[in-house]
Each structure stands twice: as C-alpha cells, then as structure tokens.
C-alpha cells in the first residue's frame, strides 16, 4: 500500500532529516497524549543516576531532572542531539548528553540505577542493547521501556491515529516481545497495560539481579 509504505519512510525520516517537526507530529498522531505516555515510563524510573537510550528531542531528560534526578541520555541521531541541547539549555537542565548507540554505551560498568526508553526503534530488540543496558546498570536496576501506545477513544479521529501507529509500526508488539519478553536477558521481566482516559500504554520493567 503506497499511503503506507510513505508513513513507514516519513517516521524513519522524523528521527533525522526532519526532527525538527518530532514533536508537532507526536502531539498529532497521540492527539496530545505524548508526555503523559512518557510519565508513565517516568513513574516507574528508579531514583538517583538515570539513562535514557534514544533521548530524542529531550523532554524526558528535562522531566527527569526536574524530578531530581541526574540524568544522562544517548541518542544516534546528529539532529536530536542538537534539538536535545538546546531544550536543555533553555531549561537551564544538568541532564548530560552522549551521541552513542544502544548497543555501545560510553559508560562504566555499574553506575546507573535506571535507565528509560520511550517508544523505542528496532534496537531495543536487539539482544546487545540488553546487555549493554544490564552492564551499566547497578544490581538490583531497572530498565524502564515503554514500547506501545493504543488509543481507546471512539471517535473517528482517534480511530485513524490508531491506524497511524498500527501501519508505521509504533502499535503493535515486535515478534520477540510477543513470543518471549525479553526472556533470554538475565533480568526478572514485569509487563503491564497501563489505563489512561483515552489510550493504554504498555510499559515493561525489566530489573536486575541484587548483589
């Protein structure tokens, strides 16, 4: 399908060439519900030294240091690295930044007591991002994801933006998360749809091992 196959290659675009638009179409395409499907994933963020993997344009990195955190975010992308800078410095943020991928995380072994990704891309499937996540991470950790939104509203609007996420791929669950939940990481995996007015959010906790 062409509408389709346009969506899927806009959303990759969004995270590069066209980040500046990032958060006109996440207010659009979530009818305003994105920084409430991103608390979630923040209410269950361990206190203390905190790491988002794909920071994006930076709101949670903001939100998390407003909530006395220290907050440090990686992200690929040259255009969301700047976008990220700017809000933080006009939010006068201490939230510190790193261009790095998932899979190869600038940090020492053990110095993170959580780390968050909200809606993330293909690499949180990937087995070496987990393991990268629990090597930073301090035992007993947490690694916080927010992996799928759906809207429960019924009217024509929310309809087609549920649409929206099911055809570029950010509502429904990737094969691994169906079949195992991250089963093979070494961490204890909890799973759980959380209920807002309009939408249901899944959020998936995976906490490692005490000392």
């Known amino acids: 399908m062409i509408l389709t196959a346009f969506l899927r290659i806009f959303f990759e675009h969004l995270y590069t060439t066209i980040a500046w638009a990032y958060d006109a179409v996440a207010w659009v395409v979530s009818l305003g519900q994105w920084s409430r499907w991103q608390a979630v994933g923040l209410e269950a963020l361990p206190e203390g030294r905190v790491l988002e993997l794909g920071h ?77 996540a629990r090597r930073v ?11 799928v939104a759906i809207s429960t509203g019924g009217s024509w609007v929310e309809r087609f933006a549920s649409w929206v996420f099911r ?8 094969g691994p998360v169906r079949e195992g939940l991250f089963s093979d990481s070494g961490m204890h995996v909890r799973a759980e749809w959380i209920s807002l007015a309009r939408s249901s959010v899944l959020r998936v906790e995976l906490c490692g091992p005490e000392a």
């Open 56 to 132: 994006g344009p930076g709101h949670v990195l903001v939100a998390a240091s407003q909530a006395g955190r220290t907050a440090y975010g990686v992200d690929p992308s040259v255009q969301m690295s700047r976008l990220a800078a700017r809000r933080l410095r006009r939010d006068g943020s201490t939230a510190r930044l790193a261009r790095a991928r998932a899979q190869q995380l600038p940090f020492a072994s053990g110095i993170f007591d959580g780390l968050i990704s909200t809606f993330p891309t293909a690499y949180i499937m990937d087995p070496a991002s987990i393991a990268e």
């Open 137 to 147: 991470m301090k035992p007993g950790g947490k690694l916080v994801l927010i992996l």
């Open 167 to 174: 055809v570029t791929g950010q509502g429904q669950l990737p």
